[in-house]
T-cell receptor, first 112, second 112 residues
Framework: DTAVSQTPKYLVTQMGNDKSIKCEQNLGHDTMYWYKQDSKKFLKIMFSYNNKELIINETVPNRFSPKSPDKAHLNLHINSLELGDSAVYFC???????????FGPGTRLLVL | AQKVTQAQTEISVVEKEDVTLDCVYETRDTTYYLFWYKQPPSGELVFLIRRNSFDEQNEISGRYSWNFQKSTSSFNFTITASQVVDSAVYFCALNSNYQLIWGAGTKLIIKP
C-alpha cells in the first residue's frame, strides 16, 4: 500500500495549458509539501500545508496554486504553463514539520 | 542563515571501495535535525537517516555509516564495500527553523 502517491506520473502538455497534479498520503501525517526538482537535481520547496493550512509559501509564480481539501490530500494546480515549468514535482508528507518527510514517486512534467 | 553544502558534485569509485560523502551545514539554531536521502536512477527520494542536534553518536546500518560532528558542523556519510546498486544521487538536508534546507546533492557512480 503506497504511503505517498501522486498522479499522474508523467505529464506532457503544451505551453499555455492548465494542469493539476494530485497527491495523497495514507500515513496519517499532518503536514504535506510540494517540491520542484530541476534538471540539475536541485530541490526547491514550493508550498507546505499543516492541517489544511498554508504554512510555507516560497517565491513561486501566482500561476501555481496548492489546494488541500483535507489532511490527506494536497493538489497542485498550474495555470498557463511555461517551458520553464518543466521539472519533476514531488509531494511529501511528515507528521510534524521537523519530522522526517516521506516522498511520493514524483510527477515528470514536460511543457512543449 | 541556514545552509547545506555538499562540495562533491560527483564521485566515481570501483565496486567494493569505501566512499565518503561530505555534508557541511550552517545554522544558528541549537535544535536542528539532519537528514540523508538517496535518489536512485529510478527517481524516487528514499529516506536514509534522521539525526537530531543533541545526538552526536555515530550510526551504523549495514554498509552505511554516518559521522556527525558538531565541532566541524559536518554530517558525513560513508558506504563501506560499495556496490553498483549504491549508484544514486545522495542529498543531505537540514531542518532548522521549521524548514528543510537541501544540499545540492552528490552523484555517486559505482563502477563494476
Amino acid at each position: 500500500d503506497t504511503a505517498v502517491s501522486q498522479t499522474p506520473k508523467y505529464l506532457v502538455t503544451q505551453m499555455g495549458n492548465d494542469k493539476s497534479i494530485k497527491c495523497e498520503q495514507n500515513l496519517g501525517h499532518d503536514t504535506m509539501y510540494w517540491y520542484k526538482q530541476d534538471s540539475k537535481k536541485f530541490l526547491k520547496i514550493m508550498f507546505s500545508y499543516n492541517n489544511k493550512e498554508l504554512i510555507i509559501n516560497e517565491t513561486v509564480p501566482n500561476r501555481f496554486s496548492p489546494k488541500s481539501p483535507d489532511k490527506a490530500h494536497l493538489n497542485l494546480h498550474i495555470n498557463s504553463l511555461e517551458l520553464g515549468d518543466s521539472a519533476v514535482y514531488f509531494c511529501a508528507s511528515s507528521q510534524e514539520i521537523s519530522e522526517t518527510q516521506y516522498f511520493g514517486p514524483g510527477t515528470r512534467l514536460l511543457v512543449l | 542563515a541556514q545552509k547545506v553544502t555538499q562540495a562533491q558534485t560527483e564521485i566515481s569509485v570501483v565496486e567494493k571501495e569505501d566512499v565518503t560523502l561530505d555534508c557541511v551545514y550552517e545554522t544558528r539554531d541549537t535544535t536542528y535535525y539532519l537528514f540523508w536521502y538517496k535518489q536512485p536512477p529510478s527517481g524516487e527520494l528514499v529516506f536514509l537517516i534522521r539525526r537530531n542536534s543533541f545526538d552526536e553518536q555515530n550510526e551504523i546500518s549495514g554498509r552505511y555509516s554516518w559521522n556527525f560532528q558538531k565541532s566541524t558542523s559536518s554530517f558525513n556519510f560513508t558506504i563501506t564495500a560499495s556496490q553498483v546498486v549504491d549508484s544514486a544521487v545522495y542529498f543531505c538536508a537540514l531542518n532548522s527553523n521549521y524548514q528543510l534546507i537541501w544540499g545540492a546533492g552528490t552523484k555517486l557512480i559505482i563502477k563494476p
